[in-house]
Each structure stands twice: as structure tokens, then as C-alpha cells.
């Protein structure tokens, strides 16, 4: 069903290896998710992944009292 639904993109997406953002065709730079969303009926939902999150408590100073809950 997903298959079905999904548009397809193909060829070379030009993406900064730094920031994630891509080349459009009129030259310009557009954030990663933002491109996506244009090109496809893909929705996107943010969260943390299991190592982001510990990484993000460890620089705010706080302890990882979830590990095992992730």
C-alpha cells in the first residue's frame, strides 16, 4: 500500500554534508524535511532517537534515569 501511495523521486539530489539541507532547482538551499514534504506525500513527526536523547541530557547536566525505558 505504502509503494502504491509514495511518489517516486529519482536522480541526484544535491544535499550539504554539514547542515542536511538541499539544492532546489532554482539554486537555493531548503531544509531536508521541507524538500521531502514537497517532493512526496511523506509527513514527518520529530523526536530524539535513544542516543540523541542521553547525549542531550548529559549536556544539559542531567541524569539519564529513562536508559532502559528507550
Not at 509527513?43 to 536523547?53: D, E, N, R, V
Amino acid at each position: 500500500m505504502a509503494i502504491a501511495n509514495a511518489r517516486a523521486m529519482k536522480g541526484y539530489v544535491s544535499i550539504c554534508a554539514q547542515c542536511r539541507r538541499v539544492r532546489t532547482a532554482e539554486d537555493e538551499w531548503e531544509g531536508l524535511e521541507a524538500w521531502i514534504a514537497s517532493h512526496s506525500q511523506a509527513q514527518f513527526s520529530h523526536s530524539l532517537c535513544p542516543s540523541c536523547y542521553r547525549a542531550a541530557l548529559a549536556a544539559a547536566g542531567l541524569p539519564d534515569d529513562r536508559g532502559a525505558e528507550l
